[in-house]
């Protein structure tokens, strides 16, 4: 049985008590009135009906009076839990996030709470009364509306609004009845735009990846067809394509190595190993073991350190992992001959890492998507040089999960700048 009903049950029952009170009473005391002789030898000028008549008067106005404080108990004890429920229903509609509306049955708008008007994009209580299509206008919307109308089921429906900037919503639209009018429908609005990106993102990588993964894979298949056609017979084009099969399929296992890597950060499943980490000390033990490759590169290393430590939380693997990065892209993009300078900057409570190249240089408005996955700005030429166009996604993501930042400074034909901004360690 529903609360309500029984709390009007309740003060039925107890008005029927009242008056069964009330009744019982009166007919006691006319009982005692005719039958008994009250107070014997209590005569005076009035005589004691006169007092009995006075006495059942006060005793049912008290139980009148008392009867009556009970139901204004009660009817208040209502009135105070009709408005607790009314306010607490209030508090729901303004607070919540998804956007709620009611239309009467002729598509006018009742009522709608501040997450509709924001969702819509519309002013404060500017829409009561309007048409519903005047506000969404779109043909699923309108179909879902009559719908909903027809059938009295629930409909769900995503429309994309434009204005003032790219919106998508899934509304969720049901009937209700109300007493003493036709009813209409309620309109629940999700703003679902974040979600609809998210999975753009994820189809674009997908499709990325297996466009990455094609590219080696068909030189692999192609090259190995050609050398069962009998390219193998010859000798010199055979070690020529079976070179090429090798360098594919090392390209093939870094790219799936990023990517696994990449998962693992993006998914902070990357156990950081945190510590404290002096950048100086790391620049000097890393960049030893890059002389060779320098060398042959034709290149030449600058290191400009501070005189005193800078000591950043974090994990050493993981922070000697960025600076390997950001020095074989300088040492990709650089022609024989350039200089690559590496810099170790204290800040107040800062320390920046930079690793500045004379290299080709990055046009402006590439800059801001380097750090994205798979971005290249030559795509070709990048590929060519082994590159898996993930590493500067990784060098990002492992700066961040250090609580740190990624920029980058270029100026095309003279060279490049890639810092990393981390956190000093608080003495
Ligand atoms: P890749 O593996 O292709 O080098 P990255 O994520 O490391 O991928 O870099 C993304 C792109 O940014 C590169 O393909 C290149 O076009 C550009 N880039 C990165 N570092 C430099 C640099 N020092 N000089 C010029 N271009 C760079």
């Known amino acids: 049985m529903r609360p309500g009903l029984n709390r009007f049950l309740a003060i039925n029952c107890l008005l029927a008590v009242t008056v069964f009170a009330f009744s019982f ?23 004691h009906r006169f007092w ?29 839990k009709a408005y ?63 719908a909903a109308l027809q059938t009295g089921e629930l409909q769900e429906v995503e429309s994309t609004l434009f204005c003032p900037e790219k919106k998508n919503l899934r509304s969720y639209i049901s009937s209700f009845v109300e007493r003493g009018s036709a009813g209409g429908l309620v309109i629940v609005f999700h703003d679902i ?25 068909t030189a692999v298949r192609g090259f190995t067809e050609t050398l069962l056609e009998g390219a193998m017979m010859d000798q010199a084009k055979a070690e020529h394509f079976l070179k090429i099969i090798a360098d594919e399929t090392r390209r093939l296992s870094a790219l799936i190595d990023d990517l696994m890597d990449l998962s693992r950060l993006e998914l902070k499943r990357a156990n950081l190993n945190v510590g404290p ?17 320098l060398d042959k590169a034709g290149l ?10 800078a000591q950043v939380s974090g994990d050493r693997d993981r922070l000697r992992q960025v600076l390997l990065n950001l020095v074989d892209n300088a040492i990709k993009y650089t022609p024989s001959g350039g200089k690559i300078t590496v810099r170790v900057i204290r800040l107040t409570e800062k320390a920046r890492l930079e690793v500045t190249d004379t290299g080709r240089g990055i046009p402006t408005q590439e800059l801001a998507r380097i750090f994205e996955r798979f971005y290249r700005v030559d795509k070709a030429r990048t590929r060519s040089q082994g590159g898996t166009g993930l590493g500067l996604a990784i060098v990002k993501h492992i700066v961040e999960l250090h ?18 901004t981390l956190p000093l360690v608080k003495r």
């Open 277 to 293: 980490v002096d950048l100086t000390h790391l620049v000097t033990e890393t960049l030893v073991g890059l002389k060779p490759r």
């Open 300 to 309: 030449v290393l600058v290191v400009d350190l501070p005189e005193a430590t």
């Open 193 to 217: 735009t974040e979600l609809k990106r998210l999975e753009q993102m994820r189809t674009e990588f997908v499709a990325s990846v297996s466009h990455e993964l094609r590219t080696p894979l």
């Open 403 to 420: 609580g740190g930042h990624v920029g980058a400074q270029s100026e095309p034909g003279k060279g490049t700048t890639i810092s990393v």
């Open 25 to 47: 009473a009166g007919l006691t005391l006319l009982f005692i009135m005719g039958s008994v002789d009250f107070l014997p030898g209590f005569e005076t000028a009035l005589g």
């Open 84 to 146: 607790a429920a009314k306010s607490r229903f209030e508090a729901v509609l303004e607070h919540i996030v998804s956007g709620v509306m009611l239309i009467d049955t002729k598509r006018r708008v009742l009522f709608l709470n501040p997450a509709a008007e924001r969702l819509l994009n519309l002013p404060a209580g500017s829409v009561v009364g309007r048409d519903i299509s005047e506000i969404i206008c779109t043909d699923d919307f309108a179909a879902a509306i009559t």
């Open 52 to 80: 009995l008549k006075l006495m059942l008067a006060l005793g049912l106005a008290i139980l009148s009076a008392f009867a009556i404080s009970q139901i204004q108990q009660v009817w208040r004890g209502e009135l105070d």
